[in-house]
């Protein structure tokens, strides 16, 4: 069994609360909880997505972008909940500079969420874990702390703050908050994220995923999102096409390699239909988690481009085979890490950030090129495109064009 000693990032102001309220039982939940007891009779606001109007892209229905009412909600929410003081520390204060190189990574320095509870031995070799009702999960935290519902089921999906934010609005999504998911992507719930990406109808709002061994914290099923006025390094990487995906109604999903980058990842992109994007992407997840292979996702331009990270950091430190010397900056590079925007604890390590040092954090992160070909096989398969197929048509992968690859109907 891997594990490694983690000080997990407290996202509840009812996170340190919970080895107390386990103990003890008379205490009971109170009615100020997310649990059966009071959500179901709480008055907390709701916003109902219309899934079926926003399940094409702006370019294909021919809308106009709009003024979005989930995105005033939503920031709206957040900021009563700063001026009532129930975050950690004022992330608006943090400093933030973009490095200087090619890449424009973004630094922040966050100390803030260097003080945390104490550390802890995390399981960090089984992708899927059962739930366990005794840790700490999104049931036990305030209602204060949670924004809205999107939907009015005795199970909703629900939005709460992040205590320890990351940035401006950063959010948590928890699908069928009742229900007690574990921490593992399902089609409903990944296609509520997409439907969340688009209703907010920002590019600057983004959400991330973090697989158990991927540096997710909380075996309960939520997804991170918060703004960040700026590009993500990895959003401007070039991309290599490998294959388009065709589904129903002439919709494509076109799957590209990440190049010239320092994690290996596949991008995910819509010409029409956020379901067909949806069942790609999830399918996709969802062979990874069965192979128990750990991963991230980066979520961006509303909902039509996903990025993928299969990873292996977590593994490497458990096996002692990351430095000292990045082990002691403490970053967890998880989804926003990943993606280009660093979150650093001390003060030097700010000030002395340089891309070299962001692109030798980030690489320790990726899959070698021979175990990228191999989870990249395993895609393609979840995808409805196998191998032999593939083969026999002579495609060179990486390097075909669009109009070389024959157009293969996706797996329902």
Not at 125 to 152: A, C, H, P, W, Y
Not at 393 to 407: C, M, R, T, V, Y
């Amino acid at each position: 069994m891997l594990t490694i000693k983690r000080v997990p990032t407290v996202v509840s102001n009812y996170q340190d609360q919970e080895e107390t309220a386990s103990e003890n039982s008379e205490a009971g939940c109170g009615s100020n909880c997310l649990g059966n007891c009071s959500l179901p009779v709480s008055k907390l606001p709701l916003y109902q997505i219309t899934k079926d109007k926003v399940d094409l892209t702006e370019e294909a229905s021919g809308e106009e972008p709009r003024m979005s009412f989930l995105h005033d909600l939503l920031l709206g929410q957040w900021e009563d909940r700063m001026n009532r003081g129930l975050f950690r520390y004022d992330v608006t204060s943090c400093e933030t500079k973009i490095i200087p190189g090619e890449y424009g990574f973004i630094a922040q320095l966050n100390e803030g969420r260097h003080l945390k509870k104490r550390a802890t031995e995390f399981r960090i070799d089984q992708v899927l874990q059962s739930f366990d009702e005794n840790k700490f999960n999104f049931t036990k935290i305030g209602q204060e702390e949670m924004l809205f519902r999107l939907d009015d089921s005795k199970s909703p999906s629900v939005v709460a703050i992040n205590v320890s934010p990351i940035e401006y609005g950063h959010v948590l999504l928890i699908p069928r908050v009742l229900d007690c998911l574990p921490q593992r992507i399902d089609h409903e719930s990944f296609l509520l994220a997409l439907y969340v990406a688009k209703e907010a109808a920002d590019p600057f709002f983004r959400l991330g995923y973090n697989s158990l061994g991927a540096f997710a914290t909380i075996n309960h099923l939520h997804f991170q999102a918060y703004y960040l006025p700026l590009p993500f390094p990895v959003e401007k990487a070039p991309t290599s096409r490998i294959v388009t995906v065709k589904g129903h109604q002439d919709t494509q999903v076109i799957i590209s390699q990440l190049l010239n980058y320092p994690v290996r990842g596949l991008v995910f992109e819509v010409g029409k239909s956020l379901r067909d994007l949806s069942h790609a992407v999830a399918s996709s997840c969802i062979c990874l988690q069965n192979n128990n292979i750990p991963f991230n996702v980066l979520i961006s331009d509303c909902g039509r481009r996903i990025i993928l990270f299969p990873q292996c950091y977590a593994e490497k430190q458990a096996l002692g085979e990351v430095s000292q010397e990045l082990l002691d900056t403490q970053v967890n590079p998880a989804a926003w890490e990943i993606s280009g925007h660093i979150v650093l604890k001390r003060r030097k390590d700010f000030e002395e950030a340089s891309e070299e040092y962001a692109w030798r954090v980030l690489s320790e992160v990726s899959l070698s090129e021979e175990r990228f070909q191999e989870v990249k096989a395993y895609v393609l398969e979840a995808v409805g495109l196998q191998k032999p197929i593939l083969e026999e048509n002579g495609i060179i992968q990486e390097e075909d064009s669009l109009d070389k690859l024959p157009a293969l109907e996706a797996q329902r």
